[in-house]
């Protein structure tokens, strides 16, 4: 199986900068698109940057500028340096493989649309 954890989450200022983790586990040899997404209370999840195994980025356009999505040399890890956080960047960001390869009991298999629980960050003005 599959399993991505997300850490880095907490409490900053705005204008202050936090930096997320994500690891994926379960004996995985490579993953396409990993991403980062967010939703606030009440809100619909809604994206926020995305990368390519070749490294290629995409961002929302509200964190154009502020937010850096980077992958780990082992690529089963992303991450997401936040700057200048505002108050309206606050909600639970999420990580994301579109499709996760592993070894799983039998052979190589394939996970699509895998999802993390969730790190809490809280911009306060």
């Known amino acids: 199986q599959v399993q991505l954890v997300e850490s880095g989450g907490g409490l900053v200022q705005a204008g202050g900068s936090l930096r997320l983790s994500c690891v994926a586990s379960?004996?995985?040899?490579?993953?396409?698109?990993m991403g980062w997404y967010r939703q606030a209370p009440g809100k619909q999840r809604e994206l926020v940057a995305t990368i390519t195994s070749e490294g290629t980025t995409t961002y929302a356009d509200s964190v154009k500028g502020r937010f850096t999505i980077s992958r780990g040399n082992a690529k089963n890890t992303v991450y997401l340096q936040m700057n200048s956080l505002k108050p309206e960047d606050t909600a639970v960001y999420y990580c994301?493989?579109?499709?996760?390869?592993?070894?799983?009991?039998?052979?190589?298999?394939?996970?699509?649309?895998?999802w993390g629980q969730g790190t809490q960050v809280t911009v306060s003005s």
């Open positions: 379960g004996s995985i040899y490579t993953i396409n698109h």
């Open positions: 994301n493989a579109d499709r996760a390869y592993y070894y799983g009991k039998y052979g190589p298999e394939a996970l699509d649309d895998c």
